[in-house]
Nanobody
Framework: QVQLVESGGGLVQPGGSLRLSCAAA????????IYWFRQAPGKEREGISC????????DYADSVKGRFTITRDNAENTVYLQMDSLQPEDTAVYYC??????????????????WGQGTQVTVSS
């Protein structure tokens, strides 16, 4: 099967950190741009970050820039999202998705070929 498997979510206090993982099964992430999205109950899905396939360039939403870092480990076929300085408004289900599109990360008109199942992140004291 072709899958993305997310892990690393959990409960963390405000100001704390978590690292999410997005591991590929059945295909290699080397040739895919990887996106992270999040969705809180009653809210629209929000694009958080992306790492490109060709040169490893990254992009971040204003809401997380400076706090979140996306990285790729091709040897492990895994993309990570390091989340620091977490706040309650970061509480959401986080999803990763893969796109075979080339070039820099795009947020409009991009085809997302694979999705993970999501992992819950809760920031609360």
């Amino acid at each position: 099967q072709v899958q993305l498997v997310e892990s690393g979510g959990g409960l963390v206090q405000p100001g704390g950190s978590l690292r999410l993982s997005c591991a590929a099964a059945g295909f290699t992430l080397d040739y895919y741009a990887i996106y992270w999205f999040r969705q809180a109950p009653g809210k629209e899905r929000e694009g958080i970050s992306c790492i490109s396939s060709n040169d490893g360039s990254t992009d971040y939403a204003d809401s997380v820039k400076g706090r979140f870092t996306i990285t790729r480990d091709n040897a492990e076929n895994t993309v990570y999202l390091q989340m620091d300085s977490l706040q309650p408004e970061d509480t959401a289900v986080y999803y990763c998705a893969a796109s075979a599109a080339i070039g820099p990360c795009l947020w409009v008109g991009v085809r997302l070929d694979y999705w993970g199942q999501g992992t819950q992140v809760t920031v609360s004291s």
